[in-house]
């Protein structure tokens, strides 16, 4: 097995040379060989290891267990400890999730504090097998059928070709110990019934199961290969970014046979999962939504919008002084006095400086809203209505700030201006307010 783990490691992690090398070490068999094979090749390595406090002594024999080991064979040790149920229950997490959080966290924490390259997990061919299957209980895509990433940016698998015999058989040979989770035994985690249950029935019914299930899923992770490859082709004529916004073009989108299996490859990582709600927004009103928990996906006339969820800013009031020429927040402004007007675009519009009461204010635009569009000569109209005729989509009209003096609109901002605080043959100061 050694000689299979180096030339592995030669082959699939070359860049790993002259790194410096976290190993996340439990005491359990996977961890302690994968520790004992690195210990024995040319690598800078130290040692991470999580006490969850979840099996009361059993979790700091463990503890002492890792510690004395790496003392005694003088490689550096990093320990912690955590109130898993504690957080667990804080933030409504399941244990084993918030384990799992609280372990990468730290990890990545002490990759930017130490000063180290990459993390190292001793997860192998058994524990890709149980992921699958696992996933595949719950229902999943392509995604969750390709098993447990090789890397997934900072943290490394290097035992994923080797099975859980390998490893034991390794470790008997080379006389290495390890530490039995009790856990392991019982079957309250669905991880554990999948291992004693299922798998072994499986590997009853063909000997070489592990290493079929292994051909298959290399010919799936192939097969993602090609839908993320076909995925980015169609995604280049469907979307087009806007600033923090995606637009799908509906018309090209309801053109695809699969469209549905696109707008999943596309949204997936965004954290969405309804997603029969977001396969009706195809066909459904305009102004309708599907949110998750940062995002949400808006169907506006023949496009989807995504965008992130916006901060709650609907009564947010900012105020502009006298002696203010530049805003910062929560957009950007620029104002000066000038001697005369000129032909600018709907960002900048020049007041006469004598009708305006100081200080203005920005604020949200509201239902309601009335002002005296430039140029109507006087008529009012209802900002909504200004919005409709825009055509602006609910996402546009949640961005749009209102200029305001003395309760009464100077500027729909980016839009339009008020007609009552034009410019005249009367005016003696000409103020310039321009968006940036």
Not at 258 to 266: D, E, P, R, T, V
Not at 305 to 325: C, F, G, K
Request: net charge negative; charged share 30%.
């Amino acid at each position: 097995m050694f000689s299979k783990f180096q030339n592995h490691l030669l082959s699939r992690f070359s860049f790993l040379e002259d790194k410096k090398l976290f190993l996340a070490v439990s005491g359990g068999l996977d961890s302690m060989v994968l520790l004992y094979l690195l210990k024995h090749l040319p690598y800078e390595i130290a040692v991470l290891h999580c006490n969850f406090q979840l099996r009361g002594l059993e979790s700091f024999g463990d503890q002492n267990f890792v510690k004395q080991y790496c003392d005694e064979n003088n490689i550096p040790v990093f320990i912690t400890q955590f109130d898993t149920e504690a957080f667990a229950k804080d933030y409504k997490l399941s244990t084993q999730v918030a384990a799992r959080e609280l372990r990468y966290s730290w990890f990545y924490e002490l990759l930017e504090t130490e000063q180290f390259d990459y993390i190292l997990t001793a997860h192998h061919a058994d524990d890709n097998l149980e992921t699958f299957l696992i996933n595949l209980t719950r229902g999943t895509g392509l995604d969750g059928l390709t098993g447990i990433p090789e890397q997934n940016d900072k943290i490394i698998r290097p035992l994923l070709p080797f099975s859980r015999d390998e490893i034991l058989q390794y470790a008997e040979e080379n006389n290495i110990e390890w530490r039995e989770d009790s856990s392991n035994a019982s079957n309250k985690y669905l991880r554990n019934k999948i291992r004693h249950d299922l798998v072994p029935i499986l590997k009853e019914i063909n000997p070489g199961f592990l290493s079929a299930f292994q051909k298959t899923q290399s010919f799936l992770q192939e097969s993602q290969e090609m839908a993320e490859d076909a995925s980015i082709m169609i995604y280049q004529q469907v979307a087009k970014e806007e600033g923090e916004d995606i637009h799908f073009d509906l018309n090209q989108l309801k053109k695809l046979p699969n469209y549905k299996s696109y707008l999943y490859q596309w949204l997936n990582e965004f954290g969405f999962l309804a997603w029969n709600d977001i396969y009706d927004l195809v066909d459904g009103q305009s102004g309708k939504q599907v949110f998750a928990e940062e995002f949400r996906l808006l169907k506006n006339r023949d496009t989807l919008i995504l965008s992130p969820v916006p901060e709650v800013h609907e009564n947010a009031v900012y105020q502009i002084n006298e002696t203010d020429s530049e805003v910062n927040f929560p957009l950007r402004l620029k104002l000066c006095r000038v001697d005369d007007i000129t032909i600018e675009s709907n960002r900048t519009i020049f007041v006469d400086e004598e009708k305006i009461r100081f200080p203005l204010v920005l604020r949200k635009w509201k239902e309601g809203d009335v002002f005296h569009p430039f140029g109507m000569q006087g008529k009012s109209k209802k900002v909504s209505k200004l919005f409709k005729d825009e055509k602006l989509s609910l996402i546009d009209k949640e961005k749009i700030w209102i200029l305001c003096s003395d309760k009464q609109i100077v500027w729909v901002i980016g839009i339009r201006q008020d007609e009552r605080f034009k410019i005249e043959n009367t005016t003696n100061k000409i103020l310039k307010i321009e968006l940036q």
